[in-house]
């Protein structure tokens, strides 16, 4: 039994190496030329490598009134599929910020987020890497080492992602929401908005009740908020904390988005 668990895994793995999406499928020739064309065109920009944490959005781009875009990142591998039951159930429109490492973990589930339009699909970091040159470590995440990385954080995640749904990303949220000047140059190269947040529920900690979470996310509610949890931790409470949340917010007149609708671009 071992033995066939092992050959299953073991096969199940370089599956996952050979398919079209694997980074190293994406990592071909073209791409390679396009790194190092993209390479040069930001070292002839002077960029600073001021470091920032990516905590503000885009309130008030919108005409509409009363919105509130509820986003969740897949940072690990985990999949809460009880949350994204209970978005579907309520018919809540919601943005997905996936990582590299979480699709390559779940990319039939990817496949099936995308087909339905409650789910908008965005980029969360091939390998959930704080993408910055400078600045400190954040949150025990490892940083990129050089543009390259950079360049694969977001563009290589980008091209895994129409791969796997026939829809390149438009936002980027780096991993830890913390990015420097070289970061943000590359995306806006990239032709991409940095996803920040107004609202951070709380669940990012595992100690956080549904009650403190629900808290979070109403203390600030306005029109244009950008609330951030996430969607690969099933063990926590974020459906519970939006049980709660979501009718008080409806109560008070406010009704749920994507972020691409808050963008006027
Ligand atoms: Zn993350």
Redesign the pocket.
Known sequence: MQTLISFLFFFSVLNSFSQEYSDRALKNKEYLNFRENLKSKIYAHKVSNNFFEANTSFTEKSEARGYIALTF?A?EGRYNEELINFLISENIPATL?L?GKWIDKNPEITKKLAQNSLFEIEN??LK?RICALSGDKKYGLKKTKNIEEIIDEIELNNRKIEKLTGKRPFFY?P??AYADEICLKTASFLSMEIAGYDSLAGDSFSKVSAKEMSENILKNAKHGMVVLM?LNHPERSEVQALKIAVPILRKKGFSFCHLEDFSLK
């Open positions: 990142d940072c910020f990582t969360h970091g959930h949220r991993a830890g996430h």
